[in-house]
């Protein structure tokens, strides 16, 4: 269902992120802007306000399943959509063995003008989103923090906009359980816990998309990668809060290994260990101040994201 920001930092600059979100509040300078779940939006700066309404989740009347019992993955995956969708916003933390440190985040409003979020890879990349504008920093891209403007007409800067606010709605990890096979544990002090046996190629299309590369940062082989796949399978443990709402997620793809894929082996073969956090709470992001920031767009139109120095968007 949920995949924090991964960030490709290679010739051109990409972002692929799976998740949800909402509830929210965001501060750039002595502008705030606010989105709660249920809530509304304000903006101090222009003094407007728009008026959202998330529905309220509820607990599943159907019977608690028995220990080895097993469910088909459209009925487990639904209850999750529907009470992860009515709440809107979390927090995250996710270690990944090919990681050295954990990955952290938190997440509001997706897919909506009032979306905000933010994330922290330590040693990799750090992210804001707020307003229509994402801030970026990374050594890849220097010392300040990268602003890309929602008024850009730099292609590289349009592409990276438009991955984070197609991407960070969709729930990945919910379509491969949909055609899992799921059968539940038991419950557990963390919450009700479910194994889910997933078809790897699910799994493939999952992580790798159109703006995944290979090590050497080229187009990845998708068909070749997915032929190596078949019959083959990945797990999930998935621990559930009361409200049908994911507390903890692990995955296992090291099944895989060995495979020789076209996509960075990092990208396919991991184990991780995602913990969720603070549902329905408000999220605050706050924009870096100017001074340590600088222009995507210089930056693109010195090649700094793989076009030539100079190019500009035909708009």
Not at 42 to 50: L, Q
Not at 129 to 137: E, K, M, Q, T
Not at 222 to 248: E, I
């Amino acid at each position: 269902m949920v995949q924090l920001v991964r960030p490709l930092l290679a010739g051109s600059l990409a972002l692929a992120l799976a998740g949800c979100g909402g509830g929210a509040t965001t501060s750039a300078g002595s502008t705030s802007n606010t989105a709660s779940a249920g809530g509304s939006t304000t903006s101090a700066a222009s003094s407007t306000s728009t008026s959202t309404t998330a529905a309220t989740s509820s607990t599943s009347t159907a019977p608690a399943p028995t220990a080895g019992q097993q469910i088909a993955g459209t009925d487990f995956a639904a209850p999750i959509r529907t009470a992860v969708n009515a709440v809107k916003s979390y927090s995250i933390e996710e270690r990944r063995s090919t990681d050295p440190a954990p990955s952290t985040g938190s997440v509001s409003a997706f897919g909506t003008d009032a979306m905000v979020f933010q994330m922290e890879m330590p040693g990799v990349m750090s992210m804001r989103y707020l307003d229509g504008n994402a801030y970026v920093r990374s050594p890849d891209l220097g010392p300040k923090w990268v602003k890309f403007r929602k008024d850009s007409t730099q292609p590289e800067v349009q592409q990276m906009l438009a991955s984070v606010t197609s991407d960070i709605g969709e729930n990945h990890d919910l379509e491969v359980w949909e055609n899992s096979q799921v059968t539940f544990v038991g419950a557990e002090p963390v919450g009700a816990h479910y194994k889910v046996v997933a078809p790897a190629d699910r799994f493939y299309d999952s992580v790798i998309d159109e703006e995944s590369t290979t090590e050497n940062g080229e187009e990845v082989n998708t068909s070749a990668d997915k032929a190596k796949l078949t019959g083959r399978t990945v797990t999930y443990d998935v621990w559930l809060d009361g409200q049908q709402r994911p507390a903890r997620i692990k995955l296992d793809s090291t099944s895989l290994s060995g495979l020789k894929f076209s996509a960075m082996t990092e990208d396919v073969v991991f184990r991780s260990t995602t913990t969720f956090s603070k549902w329905g709470e408000p999220v605050t992001v706050q924009a870096p101040p100017a001074a340590q920031t600088t222009d995507a767009d210089e930056l693109a139109a010195d090649g700094a994201f793989g076009s030539d120095p100079g190019e500009t968007s035909a708009a």
